[in-house]
């Protein structure tokens, strides 16, 4: 019997959070963690000329970093690039870009202009929609502010395909669960708990049990450990752990348990003939949102 213990789960990601990846990535929460970086440049601008994704802005402050003009040139999403989008034409916000060797840029993969409404305050989404003065957008941005840890998460998949796929095998198998909780007030652990019969479901297919606490750190840190029971082996894999530091990431790759037979679900002998690929995979986030709290 081959077992493996993995952890990457491209699919689970895009399936869990469609806006980590390729263009739809950019959120505030990367945003904020890209600002950390000492070659980010955020400015209040207004943008003057917008033509295929380059901006002509005129600089009225800047928070972070060093600019040699007042007005500069800032490429942005054109499509065909991962950067963030400009200010629009007329509007004044905050724009977060950096400087290459080809000129300015805004951010890849991450919000890059903050809007400014009508009442002189930025929107700005982390979970739910805040609206900031400029001092507690700057300390947000500096993680001297950040929003509160709501509820945890992790997404399950368990999965079994005949290779060469055969789409009519009854051996085919695909299971999605999610489990989540809301921390409780002055409680350092959280817990995340499911059981599973999929034995009605598909043959030679048993429990899966998931079990995972979720312990606060500190403001910024949290530390899921977790126990899993694989429902093709009934194997236990225990005391898996991972931690999160909100101002790094929000989500992690769980425990990925593989296995590969023959179609009778026996040990491999010939790598040559068809087979079956058993998956049981994991994927876990934090979720933010409202009140804002003070972390130094």
């Known amino acids: 019997m081959t077992f493996r213990l993995g952890f990457t789960t491209l699919f689970l990601s895009l399936f869990f959070c469609k806006k980590i990846f390729a263009c739809s990535c950019a959120d505030f929460a990367n945003a904020q963690q890209a600002a950390q970086s000492k070659d980010v440049i955020i400015a209040k601008v207004e943008t003057i000329a917008l033509s295929e994704g380059k901006a002509r802005v005129r600089v009225e402050k800047v928070f972070k970093g060093y600019i040699e003009n007042v007005y500069l040139d800032v490429q942005g999403q054109d499509g065909l690039n991962c950067n963030g989008e400009n200010i629009p034409l007329g509007e004044k916000g905050v724009l977060l870009f950096q400087k290459t060797g080809e000129g300015y840029k805004t951010l890849s993969c991450a919000t890059t202009n903050v809007r400014q409404n009508d009442s002189g305050l930025y929107q700005v989404f982390l979970g739910e929609e805040f609206l900031l003065n400029e001092k507690e957008l700057k300390d947000v941005l500096d993680f001297k502010l950040q929003a509160s840890v709501k509820s945890a998460e992790c997404q399950l998949t368990?999965?079994?395909?005949?290779?060469?796929?055969?789409?009519?095998?009854?051996?085919?198998?695909?299971?999605?669960?999610?489990?989540?909780?809301?921390?409780?007030?002055?409680?350092?652990?959280?817990?995340?708990?499911?059981?599973?019969?999929?034995?009605?479901?598909?043959?030679?297919?048993?429990?899966?049990?998931f079990y995972s606490e979720v312990k606060k750190l500190d403001k910024s840190n949290y530390q899921f450990t977790i126990r899993l029971k694989d429902p093709f082996t009934a194997l236990v894999l225990e005391n898996w752990s991972a931690q999160l530091d909100i101002r790094k990431s929000l989500q992690f790759?769980?425990?990925?348990?593989?296995?590969?037979?023959?179609?009778?679900?026996?040990?491999?002998?010939?790598?040559?003939?068809?087979?079956?690929?058993?998956?049981?995979?994991?994927?876990?986030?934090?979720?933010?949102?409202?009140?804002?709290?003070?972390?130094?």
């Open 158 to 209: 368990v999965s079994r395909m005949a290779v060469p796929f055969d789409s009519a095998s009854n051996l085919n198998f695909r299971y999605d669960t999610a489990v989540s909780a809301t921390p409780s007030r002055g409680e350092e652990v959280t817990i995340l708990k499911s059981t599973v019969d999929l034995a009605p479901m598909a043959p030679n297919v048993h429990e899966l049990f």
């Open 253 to 296: 790759s769980g425990p990925n348990l593989s296995r590969f037979t023959d179609l009778a679900g026996n040990p491999m002998t010939d790598s040559g003939q068809p087979f079956l690929a058993h998956q049981t995979q994991s994927f876990c986030a934090l979720n933010l949102g409202k009140p804002l709290e003070v972390v130094k």
